[in-house]
């Protein structure tokens, strides 16, 4: 019997995976492995013409019901989220008197405006670093209805009640009581904001233009969260808000955080994978660490907690959601119908799902697709395992699970092991005659 060609396997679709597919193409010897990132859309056109094997997505699609051919199975490979970052303006020094500062309950805390305006100078310099060093560590607390109140220009200052009045975040100053003897006092960020001539600190929201995926995540998720807001589920912003948006529009992720990074009192939503590869603080700032990097809110969630976005809380609310991995014609899990109103209490609730959607080859040619399927194993788990960055062209295999937060270029999270492994058996099981040649190796 004669040798088999080596197989040459094309796939397409989400921008997102891109490098992670170059990088697994190097890697993978016994086929030949191609990967366009040319677009959720484009993926599902080139699996549906046969031009591919298989195609990426991200956003939480599933094949549509009316599909051609219908034998596409869906395997779920990752996990992502929609981020939502700010930069936020605060004054470099602060200068007040020590009669500013009232002992309240055995603190000293900043009273502004109580009259007194006495004692000896207070001057703490460096504040706008102090106030940024806490919010990576305490971030900003928001809910949907604040997001849909900046973006329909409603809440349009950093110090609006809504905002305000859900974040007590302080950061501590010294206050000189006499010349050798000193205090610490606190005073809110809130107090420490950069404001314009009509003592404002406006917020400068940024958007996506067009039609995007991250469009559709964060809609879908106000559309099911925040009542009677005339917001509709769409993957352009001008349609979901009925009209044009007054706020600056980008048509890249990265062009988005890029701009927010730039410049002060930005307000921005990204998916988390885009963002956990953004530049740094302060671009123009070559002395700054790499680690000094504008952090993402804590979003409320239907349990009414508020949530840090990492692998933990994402796996959390995904696996809320009751998925499966029997995928054939199964929309349990389909695109804008990811319940975003689930309630589970440590969950951030706004997910995405990456998955690949795979559509085997004729049986005629058994050997191609027993290729495809040792390929898409292999592909699977190098993402429940692997962490390969933009400049690496090797994975480093780690453990897998809940506490790892960066799995791959675009930091795609894991799913839990187990449900990693019930998609293993999901491909497994699509060829008997692959599973058994498998277990008998």
């Known amino acids: 019997m004669g040798t088999n060609p080596k197989t040459t396997i094309n796939a397409s679709g989400s921008t997102l995976v891109t490098t992670f597919n170059n990088n697994i193409g190097a890697k993978y010897k016994p086929s030949t492995y191609n990967y366009a990132g040319n677009g959720n859309g484009?993926?599902?056109?080139?699996?549906?013409?046969?031009?591919?094997?298989?195609?990426?997505t991200d956003g939480n699609y599933v094949v549509p019901s009316n599909n051609?051919?219908?034998?596409?199975?869906?395997?779920?490979?990752?996990?992502?989220?929609?981020?939502?970052?700010?930069?936020?303006?605060?004054?470099?020094?602060?200068?007040?008197?020590?009669?500013?500062?009232?002992?309240?309950?055995?603190?000293?805390q900043y009273t502004?405006?109580?009259?007194?305006?006495?004692?000896?100078?207070?001057?703490?310099?460096?504040?706008?670093?102090?106030?940024?060093?806490?919010?990576?560590?305490?971030?900003?607390?928001?809910?949907?209805?604040?997001?849909?109140?900046?973006?329909?220009?409603?809440?349009?200052?950093w110090d609006s009640a809504d905002i305000k009045n859900i974040n007590d975040i302080e950061i501590a100053i010294t206050i000189p009581v006499t010349s050798t003897e000193t205090e610490t006092g606190y005073i809110s960020i809130f107090n420490l904001l950069v404001r314009d001539n009509n003592n404002e600190s406006i917020i400068k929201p940024l958007h996506r233009s067009g039609s995007t995926t991250v469009n559709s995540l964060l809609t879908t998720y106000l559309f099911q969260n925040v009542q009677n807001s005339g917001i509709t589920s769409s993957t352009t912003m001008t349609t979901a808000f009925g009209g044009a948006l007054t706020d600056q529009g980008f048509s890249s992720g990265s062009g988005v955080?890029?701009?927010?990074?730039?410049?002060?009192n930005t307000f921005a939503y990204t998916m988390n994978s885009d963002f956990l590869n953004q530049q740094d603080y302060d671009p123009t700032n070559t002395s700054q660490s790499s680690s000094y990097k504008l952090p993402s809110a804590r979003l409320k969630n239907p349990a009414g907690k508020f949530v840090t976005l990492n692998s933990s809380s994402v796996a959390k609310q995904f696996l809320a959601q009751s998925p499966t991995t029997n995928y054939y014609k199964d929309n349990s899990i389909a695109f804008n119908s990811i319940n975003y109103t689930i309630t589970v209490s440590g969950g951030y609730p706004l997910i995405s799902i990456v998955s690949i959607f795979w559509r085997p080859t004729s049986t005629q040619i058994v050997y191609k697709s027993f290729d495809v399927v040792c390929f898409l194993?292999?592909?699977?788990?190098?993402?429940?395992?692997?962490?390969?960055?933009?400049?690496?062209?090797?994975?480093?295999?780690?453990?897998?699970?809940?506490?790892?937060?960066?799995?791959?270029?675009?930091?795609?999270?894991?799913?839990?092991?187990?449900?990693?492994?019930?998609?293993l058996e999901t491909i497994l099981n699509e060829f008997s005659d692959v599973k058994a040649t498998l277990l008998s190796t």
């Open 42 to 56: 484009t993926g599902i056109n080139n699996i549906n013409n046969g031009s591919n094997s298989f195609a990426f």
């Open 68 to 108: 051609t051919p219908s034998n596409i199975i869906t395997l779920p490979v990752g996990l992502d989220a929609v981020a939502f970052v700010y930069n936020i303006d605060f004054v470099a020094n602060f200068t007040a008197k020590a009669g500013d500062f009232t002992l309240i309950d055995n603190k000293w």
């Open 112 to 157: 502004q405006g109580n009259g007194t305006n006495t004692g000896n100078d207070v001057e703490n310099t460096g504040v706008d670093k102090q106030c940024n060093d806490k919010l990576r560590t305490h971030p900003l607390k928001i809910t949907p209805e604040i997001i849909a109140s900046i973006y329909k220009a409603v809440i349009t200052t």
């Open 257 to 264: 955080l890029y701009h927010l990074n730039a410049n002060k």
């Open 377 to 423: 194993i292999y592909l699977t788990q190098q993402a429940k395992f692997a962490r390969i960055t933009a400049t690496q062209t090797t994975g480093n295999i780690l453990a897998d699970g809940l506490g790892q937060d960066q799995i791959n270029t675009r930091n795609m999270y894991s799913f839990p092991s187990f449900f990693a492994q019930q998609i």
